[in-house]
């Protein structure tokens, strides 16, 4: 009965590590942010940071009309 509780406690010790390895790994999204307005990259780490708990950056990006876009990269 011993030897089945303590290989109990290893299987339940692995599967937990697994779990958190998974969570630790989450997907990374991303999403254009402000479309209309001229991409400040002050404001576009803020916005991004504020509205998705992410990191943003401005860049120039032929899908979104105008000059440089902020795009939020933050965990899905």
Same mark, same amino acid.
């Given at each position: 009965?011993?030897? =089945?509780?303590?290989? $109990? =406690? &290893? =299987?339940?010790? &692995?599967?937990? &590590?697994?779990?958190?390895? !998974?969570?630790? !790994?989450?997907? =990374?999204?991303?999403?254009?942010?402000?479309? !209309?307005?001229?991409?400040?990259? $002050?404001?576009?780490?803020?916005?991004?940071?504020?509205?998705?708990?992410? &990191?943003?950056?401005?860049?120039?990006?032929?899908?979104?009309?105008?000059?440089?876009?902020?795009?939020?990269?933050?965990?899905?």
């Amino acid at each position: 009965m011993a030897k =089945l509780c303590s290989y $109990f =406690l &290893v =299987l339940m010790i &692995v599967f937990s &590590v697994c779990l958190m390895v !998974e969570r630790a !790994e989450g997907k =990374l999204c991303q999403i254009t942010i402000n479309k !209309e307005q001229n991409c400040i990259s $002050f404001f576009c780490m803020q916005d991004c940071s504020g509205l998705y708990n992410g &990191v943003g950056h401005c860049l120039d990006d032929p899908k979104v009309p105008g000059p440089l876009n902020c795009r939020c990269k933050y965990n899905c």
